[in-house]
Structures are given as C-alpha cells and as structure tokens.
C-alpha cells in the first residue's frame, strides 16, 4: 500500500511504475481524490472553529441582553451542527475511498525487473544440475504414484472432490521426510527461527500480505468470518504488525511448515490431474523482516537457501527473474525457481522469492526503530523453502526406474528409515 504523500510529490515516477505493470496512470485520479478529502477537512475544521466562536458569542448577546443576536448565533449554531455532523460521514467515505482505490494498486517493480506481460518475459539468471536421461519414456507423477498403489486421487474425489490427493505408505511417510528435511536445513544451517503459526487468520492479517480485498475469490473462508491459510506467509508476516521492533532484532527469519489452502478459481482448466495444483498442500514457507538497506542482500540470501534444498535433494532447476507482468501483487522483485520434471518435459515453478519493500509493512503498520527517536516501516521478503508436494512430484519424476520404483534421495534416507527405494505396495 503506497503512501499518498510519496505519489502527490513523485507523480511521474508512481505512474511509470504502474506503466511497467501494463497499468494505466492514476496519480492525478489519486491526488484529486486526496485533494477533496483534505479541502473537505479544511472545511470541517473551520466550521468545528466557527462554532465555537459562536457558541461563546452567545454567552456575551446573552450577558448584554442582545437576544436578537443570541437568536441569530443559535440559529448559525444549528445550521453548523448539522453540517459537521453531515460532513464528518462524508469525511469518512471520502478516507475509505482513497484507502480502497490505494489498496487495491500492486506494488511498484524495481529498477533492475524487466518489463513484460506474461512469463514468457522472464529471464533465465541461472540453471544448476543436469536433466537426467532415461532409457525409457519418463512418466509423470501421478503415473508413477498411482502404479505404485501409493496415490489415489478417485477416493480423494469421493471425499472432497476434485484437486485432493491420498497419500499412503512410503509417499505418505515421503511428504513428511521432505517437509522435515526442508525445516531442518533451514533452521540448522540457513539460519531461520521456526514457528508453528495459526492456520486461520482473520481479514486483517489477510489484507497485510495483500491477498485481501483482491485475492479474496483465491482463498477458502469459513461461516465465521476466518480465512484459511493459502501460505504461512500471512501469519508468519503479521507477527509484527502494529508493532515497533527494535533494528537490533533485524533481521528477522522465520520458517513454517504448514498445510495451505488454495480454492485456484483463477486456474480452470490448468494441471487438472496430479499434484501441481490443489486445494490443500503442504510447504514451507521462508518469511524475513528487515531494515530498508538489509532488503535487497536478503533477497539474494534467501532464494539462495531455497535453492540449497533443491541441491541437496540433486535436483535439476534454473532460477528465473520474472517480468513485471508476471510477478505477485506485493512483490517489488520476484525469483522463481523452478524444477526439471521429466514427465512433463519442462521446468516447473517450485518457489518464488520475493522482496515487498514496506508495501505490506504499511498495510500492517509494521515499523522498527532506528534510533532513540527515527521510526521506519520495516521490510518485508518471503519465499517457498520449497512447496513440499511439488518437491514430491520432482522427486518421483527424476528418481523413476525402468521397473516402476523410486530412488529415495540419498538426503532423505536419515528420514525414510534408511529406505533406499519405493517400491508397489503390497
């Protein structure tokens, strides 16, 4: 969310931003509307003063027995009463306006982000590790699980529907390796904090990160007004909203393995079958709070630990900075990583890092203190370390044997017991 001050005094750089968004300029809209709320001000304000003035003018007719003045004062009095009362309505539609037209602007691309439309603008800023070849047609996951009997997506959909996935046996244990692997490379080398946050989350914290009032058709709500958790971003994020940190607790890195819920309504269509895209999925989510100057260098930091996962676990990807037509609605600059699947032949989104600047700390009142008396907004950056389903899915697609099996990682094998290969149920 943009500081109105910051637009009135930099209209041309604001409207250049929103232009490498493929938007149209607005800082004149903008700044007319916060012009008519502030004249609007003014004038409630002279008039609370005219009234006052008034209402002592009234004891002074009154004293001196001039009671057609006293009339006329009262009669003004009224007239001013009724206008204040009108006006301040009018001042609180005239707030809510400009607040819902700033809140629904995405935040502006930095310098270096190159401008696009869709993903087919994203650069490519490095690729690690090699496809592996097989002797066999590769299949895709789902191929793979289901001939396993370890994956069962018809007795999800009797359950729950569609984009719901079983899991069992050695995938099941699986998911659970990967998340675990993930949490403690983080914690014990990446040097991240881990929490385990709320899963439900009020409109507050949802309009924070930004996935409200926009994104609201994106997420699942319950009959009493919660909102479930599409990542841990959310709460993870608004643990310091309405706060003032100290800058010697910056930064701040935090991780979270938790379910996510995602209603995809804007994904008709895509990656029906399989794990790619479903309503509820795990992932562990990196979350950073940090001072203006700390932001840029942890970006780099932290899809460098997002990636360390995927090395470990040898998998092929290559990071991507995305274009401004494709990155998210707070991000200010945004990598994704994605992954080799062979069964798809292509490389897949497994993460995206981002760095917001003070675009959600603003919507939070989200500040620091920099010195005895200087308050700033701090910095926001999070990112997937990794989205653990679609870390199962590269797993399954790159470890695949001619005989249907599935090589753990030699990573993940302290967490599967020692077991070095999944095998078909019995």
């Known amino acids: 969310m943009f500081d109105i001050k910051w637009i009135r005094d930099n209209p041309d750089a604001f409207d250049e931003g929103l232009r490498k968004r493929g938007l149209a300029a607005m800082a004149g809209q903008l700044v007319e509307m916060d012009e008519a709320r502030r004249n609007h001000l003014t004038a409630l304000q ?192 608004n643990m310091v909203r309405d706060e003032i940190v100290s800058a010697d607790r910056l930064p701040m890195r935090c991780t979270a393995w938790t379910p996510c819920f995602r209603s995809e309504a804007g994904s008709a269509g895509r990656d029906t079958r399989g794990m790619i895209r ?57 990598y994704d990583i994605e992954v080799w699947l062979p069964g798809q032949n292509t490389y897949r989104e497994i993460s995206s890092c981002s760095v917001c600047g003070d675009f959600q700390a603003r919507r939070m009142n989200a500040r620091y203190r920099a010195g005895d008396k200087d308050v700033r907004f701090v910095h926001t950056l999070n990112g997937s370390g990794l989205a653990v389903g679609r870390t199962m899915v590269a797993i399954l697609e790159n470890y695949q044997q001619a005989n249907g099996t599935v090589i753990v990682p030699q990573a993940l094998r302290p967490y599967m017991g020692g077991l070095e290969r999944i095998e078909p149920a019995a």
């Open 278 to 334: 479903q309503h509820q999925f795990s992932k562990v989510e990196l979350v950073s709070i940090t001072t203006p100057e700390q932001s840029l260098e942890e970006h780099e930091r932290m899809t460098a630990c997002a990636e360390k996962v995927l090395q470990r676990l040898e998998l092929p990807y290559r990071t991507m900075l995305l274009c401004t037509g494709d990155m998210g609605f707070a991000s200010r600059k945004t």
């Open 46 to 237: 002279e008039a609370q003063s005219r009234r006052n003035a008034a209402s002592k003018d009234i004891g002074k007719a009154m004293a001196a027995r001039d009671q057609v003045t006293a009339d006329r004062l009262k009669a003004e009095v009224a007239e001013l009463k009724d206008f204040i009362q009108a006006g301040e309505e009018k001042a609180r539609q005239l707030e809510t306006a400009l607040n819902d037209a700033l809140a629904a602007i995405p935040n502006l691309p930095l310098e270096d982000v190159p401008v696009g439309v869709d993903e087919n603008d994203n650069l490519e800023v490095r690729r690690w590790g090699e496809p592996p070849k097989f002797d066999f047609e590769p299949r895709q996951h789902f191929e793979i699980g289901e001939a396993l009997g370890l994956m069962d997506f018809e007795r999800a959909a009797k359950i729950s529907g569609a984009r719901f996935v079983i899991l069992k046996g050695a995938l099941s244990r699986l998911e659970r390796a990967i998340a675990s692997f993930m949490i403690d490379l983080h914690t014990g080398e990446n040097g991240y904090t881990e929490y385990n946050p709320p899963f439900l989350v009020r409109d507050a914290a949802a309009f924070g990160t930004g996935n409200l009032p926009k994104f609201a058709e994106d997420l699942f709500q319950t009959t009493n007004g919660f909102w479930l958790i599409p990542t841990a971003e959310i709460s993870l994020t």
